[in-house]
């Protein structure tokens, strides 16, 4: 064996009870399993890790990531690593770097610089998702990158390079035109579809344009992940929607950051989990994700209406430029609650400025933009308005305005699984990007007792491997990949925070990827041991 980790508390992420045994390594896999007490000789290695005390469980996957270009600039990328993440899957939210033409390839940049920065610092030597994929797998001189990433064909992006901004129906041959693209990216390797329909232009398709894609989603073995039309005033409905869409599609459903935010949803989660237990209960293949925080994190421009955002970035900012269309735009977002703030008039003591573009901004950081207003001695729409100009649309903001009570009935539902949804720029970003995993296991279970320890790494692993169809991962099992973390139940917890979101977490001394040390007592090692984790499955 190449290493056994000895006296493990083993939670094998199936969640039934854990048990202590030796796990043993060789070659990438896990080669044996020995229980305490079983019969004949425990397994040897030339390197033996004693886990006395630790919990061993598979590597955790986080089913919403904006790493996109995160894994291509920076081998570390600890903000992952170090909550024991081997997988994380991209292309979220409908916007993302692949399938693209020079054209799309530059506006898609633009359109998400809050996300992920505007990429100059990157060679985009990449135009399909197989290419992509590949300059993962050769990223850093052919070593690889920091973690395991899979990737969602973006729907929006597809309909920017085949219908451009508008907001209008697609026509005959540019719905052949997206339907070629997400079957090409299926074939090559993208493990399903992703949507953000409050973002523009993924959501000017209508549900006969999505469904039609979903079916060639389906025929691939994919899944579909909307962000779908509201998260406030029409929730509910906005979720009906996509289950309807997704059975009338024969597709599988899983959804993003299912969260029920805003005043209208305060207490309303058994509401939600009612129509999925509904839904499930008549054959529906439904999952969901969603982060252990109450606040969202997004871009403010997101917050205009739909109809404001057509055309791309520079309408965007002619309009913006404009005063008349200006009011235009104010009185939708604080009167008449834009689609883009789903259909809340906006709350601007609850947007707090997280990121900018343009440095010398950086002074608005960590403050709402009401309280930026007060200080400036103006109202917040005159702000917001200025802010939006003078960092070109790259502001990111985190909202507040979330339910407890709902984070933790969604979380203990049967098809739960974690995703972080983090963003990694700006000066403060949302502490789930560095966090969300030992919150987890820390507040949610060992403080809260909201899941049990097996049920928790369950909701991790297993499950999102199932959803991902990995056939060899999600498990501590025999022939598995040795993608595995070792945590202590006793301190894991999240480091980061509000005031200090790049904290790493606590507790978390080793993670291994294919068996070998990404991080090591505590530290991260120089190891790049992830590589693009590609469906396998064709027509």
């Known amino acids: 064996m190449d290493l056994v980790i000895r006296d493990a508390r083993v939670i094998d992420g199936t969640a039934s009870p854990s048990y202590r045994a030796d796990v043993a390594v060789r070659d990438g896999r896990i080669a044996e399993i020995h229980r305490e007490g079983a019969p004949g000789p425990r397994p040897t290695a030339a390197r033996i890790l004693d886990a006395d005390g630790l919990a061993l469980s598979p590597g955790f996957i986080d089913m919403h990531a904006h790493s996109d270009l995160a894994l291509l600039r920076d081998p570390d990328h600890s903000a992952k690593a170090a909550q024991g993440v081997t997988l994380e899957v991209l292309g979220q939210d409908g916007l993302s770097y692949a399938p693209v033409d020079d054209r799309t390839r530059a506006e898609v940049r633009r359109a998400i610089t809050g996300w992920n920065g505007d990429g100059s610092d990157i060679d985009f030597d990449w135009r399909t998702v197989g290419e992509y994929l590949d300059r993962l797998d050769r990223n850093f001189g052919g070593q690889g990158i920091a973690v395991n990433a899979a990737y969602l064909v973006p729907q929006g992006t597809v309909r920017m390079y085949a219908v451009g901004w508008d907001d209008r129906p697609a026509t005959d041959t540019e719905l052949t035109r997206m339907k070629q693209l997400v079957a090409q990216s299926m074939e090559e390797g993208a ?4 949507s953000g329909l409050t973002y523009t232009p993924g959501m000017y398709a209508d549900d006969a344009e999505l469904t039609e894609l979903c079916r060639v989603v389906a025929a691939h073995g994919g899944y579909y992940c909307p962000h779908h039309r509201s998260y406030g005033a029409g929730a509910l409905e906005a979720y009906e929607e996509m289950v309807q869409l997704t059975r009338t ?11 029920m935010n805003f005043g209208v949803n305060k207490d309303r989660a058994p509401d939600l989990l009612a129509l999925l237990d509904r839904a499930l209960d008549a054959g529906a293949d439904i999952s969901l994700d969603t982060y252990p925080y109450t606040p969202g994190c997004t871009t403010l421009v997101a917050m205009l209406p739909s109809w404001a955002s057509e055309g791309g970035p520079e309408p965007i900012l002619a309009r913006l430029a404009d005063d008349a269309t200006a009011a235009r735009i104010r009185h939708d977002m604080e009167v008449v609650g834009s689609d883009g703030c789903h259909g809340v008039p906006i709350e601007w003591d609850a947007i707090e400025i997280s990121g900018v573009s343009v440095p010398g901004l950086s002074t608005l950081v960590g403050r709402t933009v009401a309280e930026s207003a007060r200080l400036r001695g103006e109202e917040p729409w005159v702000t917001a308005r200025q802010l939006l100009l003078d960092d070109r649309l790259g502001t990111t903001i985190l909202q507040h305005v979330g339910h407890e009570e709902n984070v933790r009935q969604i979380m203990r539902h049967r098809v739960h699984t974690g995703g972080s949804d983090g963003i990694l720029q700006g000066d403060k970003p949302h502490p789930r990007a560095y966090g969300t995993f030992p919150q987890y296991l820390g507040r949610y279970t060992r403080e809260l007792g909201i899941l049990s320890l097996e049920e928790c790494v369950a909701h991790l692993t297993s499950r999102p491997a199932a959803r991902l169809r990995l056939a060899d991962r999600g498990l501590v099992r025999e022939g598995y990949r040795a993608d595995l973390v070792l945590f202590d139940p006793s301190t894991v917890a999240a480091g980061s925070t509000f005031d200090e979101p790049r904290t790493l977490p606590v507790g978390i001394p080793h993670v291994l990827i294919d068996g070998r040390f ?11 041991a992830g590589r693009s984790v590609r469906s396998a499955r064709r027509p």
């Open 191 to 194: 493990v399903g579809m992703s």
């Open 249 to 259: 599609a024969d597709c599988a459903l899983h959804l993003a950051h299912a969260t």
């Open 518 to 528: 990404v991080i090591e007592d505590g530290k991260r090692t120089q190891v790049l």
